[in-house]
């Protein structure tokens, strides 16, 4: 049983098409993230959600829009996609805080 | 501003050696520290998780030490082995429901 799944796992498109990203958790976490990881290999917080609530914003581009239907599923949409979106983004959880799991990761790729 | 530093960025080293892997933070008021290990393409999987009271963790043949004073980690690998080549990523909870991220060290076996 997987406990993060996302899909896609590859998603090729074209600039200023809109896509989304999907991720699901079956551990009963209470709270979900976004990462990305850029083209250095570099993760870094997007978005985070607890309970359906978000919690943390980083200075993300507005196009980018979260939403969180249940406390198990938080899914990424990106409007108006750029070439610079490029990379692989990750969906994690965790309870209370402590330890995160992450997913098998979704490499976008905007040609 | 909160960092976190992970040097040296590549390590070679020849089968069945120890080894010792280096993770440095700007803030000492930490919630709790994960190592990733990371392969090729692939996702994250957790590796050990330390607590801000603990002092190291163990599993397997891996050790992770935590100096919350000096702002250090370290992730020990005994008897290495091939499959242990990934890179490792130390990940800190500065206590704002986030994880930021080392920048890796490329872990490299030699048969």
């Known amino acids: 049983d997987t406990a993060v799944s996302q899909t896609p796992k590859y998603l090729v498109t074209q600039m200023g098409n809109d896509k989304s990203i999907k991720c699901e958790q079956n551990l009963g976490h209470d709270t979900m993230y976004w990462y990305k990881q850029d083209s250095k290999k570099f993760l870094k917080i997007m978005f985070s959600?607890?309970?359906?609530?978000?919690?943390i914003n980083e200075t993300v581009p507005n196009r980018f829009s979260p939403k969180s239907p249940d406390k198990a599923h938080l899914n990424l949409h990106i409007n108006s996609l750029e070439l610079g979106d490029s990379a692989v983004y990750f969906c994690?959880?965790?309870?209370?805080?402590?330890?995160?799991?992450f997913g098998p990761g979704t490499r976008l790729t905007v040609t | 501003k909160q960092e976190v530093t992970q040097i040296p960025a590549a390590l070679s080293v020849p089968e069945g050696e120890n080894l010792v892997l280096n993770c440095s933070f700007t803030d000492s008021a930490i919630y709790n520290l994960q190592w990733f290990r990371q392969d090729p393409g692939k996702g994250l999987t957790s590796l050990l998780l330390?607590?801000?009271?603990?002092r190291e963790q163990t599993s397997g043949r891996l050790n992770a030490s935590l100096d919350k004073s000096s702002g250090r980690s370290t992730l020990y690998i005994a008897a290495s082995q091939p499959g242990d080549s990934a890179t490792y990523l130390c990940a800190v909870n500065f206590g704002n429901e986030k994880l930021t991220f080392g920048t890796g060290t490329r872990l490299t076996i030699i048969p």
């Open positions: 994690a959880s965790s309870q209370n805080s402590v330890e995160q799991y």
């Open positions: 330390i607590q801000s009271s603990q």
């Open positions: 959600y607890n309970n359906k609530e978000l919690i």
